[in-house]
């Protein structure tokens, strides 16, 4: 197991951690309506696990994923995405029926930034 401690941070390799990001885990499942603050767009998602808000813009699996925050109502994760792009994501619980998300990154070569609340909405 790889852990890197760098200003109280400790960064693991989600892939060395089975039951790193529990607090997803606690997430409602079902449909979820995410809105999109700076463009006021809204998107839904279906969440069986709640790892599905870590790559809002990098649909694909495979992506390699590194915890840099694991705590009972916040995750970060750094991921990248071979020949797509990469992103860091932070997910605030305040319910378990509702998280405050925040992702940038490159996707294709261009840049996002969301900055958005998720909240349950009904079932898949």
């Known amino acids: ?3 890197l401690a760098a200003g109280g941070i400790s960064a693991i390799p989600a892939t060395a951690m089975p039951g ?3 607090m997803l885990g606690t997430l409602a ?3 979820w309506t995410l809105r999109i603050r700076d463009d006021a767009t809204q998107e839904r ?4 696990n709640g790892t599905e808000f870590v790559q809002l813009r990098h649909h694909q699996a495979g992506c390699d994923r590194l915890v840099l925050k694991d ?3 916040e995750v970060v994760v750094q991921y990248t995405c071979r020949g797509t792009g990469y992103g860091l ?3 605030r619980r305040e319910s378990p029926e509702l998280v405050q998300i925040q992702s940038e990154g490159i996707r294709n070569g261009r ?3 969301i900055n958005a609340e998720a909240r349950r909405s009904g079932r898949c």
């Open 89 to 91: 994501t932070t997910i």
């Open 29 to 31: 499942k079902g449909s």
């Open 71 to 73: 705590a009972a109502d």
């Open 111 to 113: 840049p996002f930034s």
């Open 45 to 48: 998602i279906c969440v069986r």
């Open 20 to 22: 790193s990001l529990a």
């Open 1 to 3: 197991m790889l852990v």
